[in-house]
């Protein structure tokens, strides 16, 4: 069974009616966050249901594991990340702004893993102070430094450096 569909009978047409649900389980990505919110892990889900505006208004707290790549030394990072959403189903959802209400149920995955998707860290970095890799040879600057930037970056440098000796000064 998907874990993230939601019985909603109890609130249907009831205003003021609400209740608070607490899912989780593995978000099928659809390929989409795959890479960075692992498969196997679980995404947990605490909304606080109600019947508003002829729809279920879901209000709470989506909770999923991450992990990718620091931007600069491309060590593994990862955390967890904690996303508030505020969303509504209808009957007749709109696009972009709000989900299905299907019969007398819910899915919350589609919330989940927008807001998940949303909340994903673009460039992460291990630490705020990483050194990164020496762009000449690739070197974690992090365990220590190396000699490039006291050698020419490129011998052709090291060639107009001689050839403007050889003009003499200007
Ligand atoms: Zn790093
Ligand atoms: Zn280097």
Redesign the pocket.
């Known amino acids: 069974m998907a874990p993230f569909v939601v019985t909603v009978a109890d609130l249907l047409h009831r205003p003021g009616a609400h209740r608070r649900e607490q899912v989780s389980g593995p978000l099928d990505g659809r390929g989409v966050i795959g890479n960075s919110v692992p498969r196997d892990c679980e995404v947990m889900v605490d909304a606080l249901l109600e019947w508003v505006c002829d729809g279920i208004l879901a209000t709470g707290t989506a909770v999923a594991p991450w992990r990718g790549e620091?931007r600069?030394?491309l060590?593994p990072v990862g955390g967890e990340l904690v996303v508030e959403f505020r969303e509504l189903f209808e009957q007749s959802p709109r696009e972009g702004e709000s989900y299905p209400l299907r019969g007398d149920h819910i899915d919350l995955a589609p919330l989940a893993r927008e807001a998940v998707l949303c909340a994903l860290p673009l460039a992460p970095?291990?630490?705020d102070d990483?050194a990164?890799l020496c762009p000449t040879c690739g070197i974690d600057l992090?365990n220590g430094a190396c000699t490039c930037a006291d050698t020419p970056v490129d011998p052709r440098w090291a060639v107009l450096d001689l050839l403007r000796s050889d003009l003499g000064p200007s």
Do not use: E, I, S, T
């Open positions: 620091c600069r030394c060590a970095l291990c630490a990483c990164g992090n």
